[in-house]
């Protein structure tokens, strides 16, 4: 699957091309579902959310611009918004025991994406400006960025106050951002 | 809220793609997004810096259950289409509205469902048409999937948002279930500690509340549409 497949296939959708929607659903979908997966935690709401996406991704296709991002990062942006969309909790304090029972299923440490990264021009660069962070920032953004946690489960999660939370968050991504512009 | 402020709206852009806003932020800032092209030219720009992240994802093939729907929703709509364009049809409903509930349920959802399948027709409060369908899979383990259809070109006024209400019946008060959109099609997950009293509740309400959604816990707005629960 290269990303050259992916853009004429989504033009194709933009003019209603059924089969072309079929291929791209062959090509794209197991690497969505994964990333669906990894933020409901739950198999029939990663399910719903792949649905409610690829009626998007069909419906919208004339809105893809292969000029302004690649089309992996469309979709996948398309998913994770679904994805967060879903999850969009009624009260924080209707939660309770499960959203802690939620929080314990989730492992420490987001896996470290470094090793798969290193392949590709945008992911690798990605790879090394987030292993300059320190620890606890590089941690943070793994684990908010893989399993969709706010900053309130994070601190839950991570045992430390929101504030210090946010901190890490706020300054990780700025050091991020300055690397990835080549200016950090 | 105007964000003046470039360093502001940057990191703002930064936390609504990576996840990290709470429910009533992120329905805040996806109101801001919808006026303000700097701040979607800001969230494009994060979305190409954190995706490729997600490249690392081992892959995941779904189930052939998920294709078989989204082909279905798409492309094979005709049969349930005929009855909800049918003109004999609203005039049915407009005459009976109790024996609509139950017509809805067997043209839109799917039969083979196992039983147990809950469905709401709400109504337009003042011209008691229906308005808004919510459905869901109750007696299983775990939250509940809302699987909600706007019915017609529904507009939310602006700075405001809409809120589903979960009605227990008797004196009981209301429970808010979360902020809904005016998507023709949309879900909301429901947690498991509030399933039971769903599957149990006399109707559901929607009322306009300020944007993130009443703050009080209670309806604070207009109810627009509302509706009994029936289960099928």
Not at chain 1, 4 to 20: G, K, M, P, T, V
């Amino acid at each position: 699957m290269t990303p050259e497949q992916l853009i004429s296939l989504l033009s194709r959708c933009a003019l209603r091309d059924q089969q072309a929607f079929a291929d791209l659903y062959r090509l794209s979908a197991p690497k969505l579902f994964a990333v669906a997966m990894r933020i409901t935690r739950r198999k029939d709401w990663a399910e719903e959310v792949l649905q409610e996406s690829y009626v998007n991704i069909w419906h919208h296709a004339r809105a893809y611009d292969a000029r302004k991002s690649a089309p992996m990062t469309w979709m996948t942006a398309i998913v994770r918004n679904r994805a967060f969309d879903l999850l969009r909790r009624p009260r924080e304090t209707e939660l309770g025991e499960s959203q802690e029972s939620l929080l314990a299923s989730i492992p420490d440490d987001a896996p470290g994406p470094e090793e798969s990264l290193r392949q590709a021009g945008d992911a690798a660069r990605l790879a090394d400006c987030l292993a300059k962070l320190s620890e606890e920032q590089q941690r943070s953004i793994r684990l908010a960025f893989f399993y969709g946690l706010s900053h309130g489960e994070l601190a839950a999660k991570l045992d430390r106050p929101l504030g210090t939370i946010k901190t890490w968050i706020r300054r990780g991504l700025e050091r991020l951002r300055r690397c990835l512009e080549g200016m950090g | 809220m105007r964000l003046s402020n470039d360093k502001l709206r940057d990191a703002l852009a930064a936390e609504y793609v990576l996840g990290t806003m709470s429910a009533r932020a992120r329905a805040r800032f996806g109101v801001l997004l919808h006026s303000d092209p700097a701040l979607r030219r800001a969230v494009a720009d994060w979305e190409r810096r954190l995706t490729p992240l997600a490249e690392a994802l081992p892959e995941s093939p779904p189930p052939a259950r998920v294709w078989r729907r989204i082909h279905g929703r798409l492309f094979e709509r005709s049969h349930t289409r005929g009855l909800w364009g049918s003109i004999a049809f609203w005039r049915f409903a407009a005459l009976a509205a109790g024996a609509v509930a139950l017509a809805i349920g067997l043209s839109s959802i799917d039969l083979r469902e196992p039983a147990g399948q809950m469905v709401t027709i709400m109504s337009d409060v003042t011209t008691e048409s229906p308005a808004m369908t919510v459905a869901w899979n109750a007696d299983t383990p775990g939250g509940r999937v809302l699987r909600i259809r706007v019915i017609g070109h529904a507009e939310m006024a602006p700075d405001t948002a809409w809120e589903l209400w979960m009605l227990p019946g008797g004196d009981k008060p209301p429970v808010s279930l979360g902020l809904i959109t005016t998507h023709e099609s949309q879900t909301l997950i429901v947690p498991e500690s509030l399933a039971p009293r769903l599957d149990q509740a006399w109707g559901l309400a929607m009322s306009v509340e300020p944007e993130g959604g009443s703050p009080t816990g209670l309806p604070t707005g207009p109810v627009l549409y509302k509706g009994q629960c029936v289960r099928t």
